[in-house]
């Protein structure tokens, strides 16, 4: 795999199940990533180490899953002035609304993206990183572009599929 430049954080090994949907796309695009399981309330220490260091180690950006009082992203972004990019992980009992706000409400001057709970949100988390990661590589932009092709291509396709059945109702 090349050299990591995406930083992959969970607030805890649970939230796995979600990150390997960001995993899945870093490895259909060749970006390198580093995924560590480390908590903002219950590693707040080494949490706060890995994000100060994280520039001169040649991430270029953070993303940080976690649920319930989810402050990983914004103690992330504290550390660091690279892009952080928050997924909100649905718990019991608010399903991640929670999570969501806490990413998403972020004090001015320290910004944190916020992509949507749920299974989309990995998927998108690392898109989001794609697309930063696009805007000083030329071929990885030009991959982008091809996904985007193919992903509307499959949508048509399933347009027609599904005109047919209609048809045949
Ligand atoms: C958050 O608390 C984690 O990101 C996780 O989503 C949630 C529950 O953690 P575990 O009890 O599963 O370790 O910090």
New binding site residues.
């Given amino acids: 795999m090349s050299k990591p430049v995406v930083a992959v954080l969970?607030?805890?090994?649970?939230?796995l199940p979600v990150v390997e949907g960001a995993f899945k796309i870093f490895d259909e695009f060749g970006i390198g990533y580093e995924a560590h399981a480390l908590?903002?309330?219950?590693t707040p220490t080494e949490a706060a180490e890995f994000a100060a260091g994280a520039e001169a180690n040649g991430f270029k950006v953070v993303i940080c899953?976690?649920?319930?009082?989810?402050h990983?992203g914004g103690v992330v972004a504290a550390h660091t002035t690279l892009p952080v990019i928050g997924i909100p992980?649905a718990?019991e009992p608010f399903n991640g609304l929670d999570?969501l706000f806490s990413i998403v409400q972020m004090p001015p001057g320290i910004p944190v993206a916020a992509v949507t709970a749920g299974k989309a949100g990995g998927k998108n988390a690392a898109l989001y990183a794609v697309s930063i990661l696009a805007l000083s590589d030329a071929a990885l932009a030009e991959k982008l572009k091809e996904f985007r092709r193919r992903q509307t291509e499959q949508v048509l396709k399933a347009d027609r599929e599904l005109q047919d059945e209609l048809k045949n109702r």
């Fill in positions: 969970m607030g805890s090994k649970s939230d908590s903002a309330h219950r899953a976690a649920g319930m009082a989810a990983l992980i718990s999570a």
